[in-house]
């Protein structure tokens, strides 16, 4: 178990949605590729979820609570560096969420799409420090690769990890160095970098 007084988390995230805004159903998974940081060492575990009916935009909702569920859960209120590509979660819990809040939850132009799941993000998170920060995707950011290949499996497959399972970053890391990718990468020291995002804000 982390030691919850010093512990720290990195979360990397992605969410992906077969046919999104298509005629018909289309299934969704969300992922994440969560480390957790301690003095001595560093743990990684993944989690993915999945819809069979659903969008790019609450399946990210989505893997965003589940995941920060389960830091809470295990780690207590240790604080955390959530990283995504998408901006419709970074700059929704940053920059919108405060102004919906203020205004008793509504927005200026109108009902707030996905109203319940930014409510339960925000009482997930409530209990943390955190640094929510945006990637570009599909860039060469190799934690968010996997974590995009986790949530494609899970969409594809309808799979859901029912917890954090122990993570096959290093596996998946050594297949794409042996294809010449990522050779000079350091995960360790990226993890760690990342850790002390919130001491910079």
Known sequence: MPDRT?????????ESCLGNGREGSNPGGAASLVEILNAEDITRHDLYISAPDTTNNRMAL???IATVALVSEACGR???TFVSDS????KGISEWVPGWRARGWR???GQIENLQLWKRLVAVSSKHEA???WVRG???HAKNEYANYLAIRAATEQSVSQGFVESGFDDWLAVRRSRGQFADYDPNQHARELGTAIARQ
């Not at 010093?6 to 995230?13: D, E, G, N, S």
């Open 131 to 133: 640094a929510w920060i």
């Open 6 to 14: 010093t512990a720290r988390v990195v979360i990397h995230a992605d």
């Open 87 to 90: 901006q419709y979660l970074v």
């Open 107 to 109: 927005r200026r132009g």
């Open 78 to 80: 240790a604080p955390f």
């Open 62 to 64: 989505a893997g965003a």
């Open 138 to 140: 599909h860039a060469g």
